[in-house]
């Protein structure tokens, strides 16, 4: 067991990044992140702007996890990944999909808010035609008979792998798996920003979980979350949370550890960065090789964000730390 290191310890190395994106993606254009260093390694603290700190006081505990006390043993040495296709045009799925060489899964984002249907089924027909499986991901923005429709016309001329977070709550879930028996559901939001992760599936709304490692607490949270929902039959996909190079290698090494690994992981979001706090690992045939990361000084000097936001994001990083320091929070190796 390692006790919560000080605050003083957790800063004391600690950088901001912000990282201009090729393609809007959940309505964002730069990513900022706030990298910290410990004994093991550098860990990642980029929990999205507008969550509160009781929320972000999870993805400190994970940065803190990763520096102090590094990856879990890895049972692989290489993750498969899945492309993911922002809800750009049509047009331009193949040059998303370039830069995913191999790539024999994508997820394809549905339901953003400005577009119809038809945009999603043309969006998810070109991706078809270059990759063999599709999954589509639409962020809880439909109603449930918005789903029933979306879900029939998206699978009429291909199957989906599954639909992820088709509505917003779980018993919207349930009745969506209810009359769509045919299309595997897959509960992300529902499960990374919830009190209980289990709840969805113990309501019956969820055939696949989505996990992320920073939301949940840390690679091992995961590993723990992962293992409960295998004892209810529920297969896990590790995804990314728009992490820099160093928070998609703890996914990786998340999804390196996990005793089974049925589907492409959600870890080939580098490829929306113009550019990255290091060195783009290049997926070969689909997979990621599993290895630790170290962020390269002069893509972080060229990274750097503002002085003020530096300040905004050290101040959050304090008051998470204060709320882990009151949760009692310890490490287990
Ligand atoms: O799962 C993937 O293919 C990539 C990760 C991804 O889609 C997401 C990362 C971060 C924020 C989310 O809006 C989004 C998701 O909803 O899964
Ligand atoms: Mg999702």
Redesign the pocket.
Known sequence: MTSLPSVGEVLADAVVVSLPMRVR??GITTREALLLRGPAGWGEFAP?PEYADDEAAHWLQSAIEDAWLGPPPAVRTRVP????VPAVDAARVPDVLARYPGARTA?V?VAEGGQTLDDDVARVRAVRALVPNVRV?A?GGWSVDEAEAALRALTADGPLEYA??PCASVPELVEVRRRMPDVRVAA??SIRRAEDPLKVVRAGGADVA?V?VAPLGGMRRLLSLADELSSHGVPV?V????DTAVGIAAGVAAAAALPELQFA?????GGLFEADVARAREPVDGELAVEAVAPDVERVTALAASAERSRWWIERARRCHGLLEQRGVRFFV
């Not at 990944?81 to 993911?84: R, V």
């Not at 992981?265 to 979001?269: K, N, P, S, V």
């Open positions: 993606f959940r999205f990944i899945n492309a993911t997820k984002k991901d962020n992820e977070q992300d939001e989505v992320k996909v995804s990314s949370a728009l992981c959600g870890l080939g979001t």
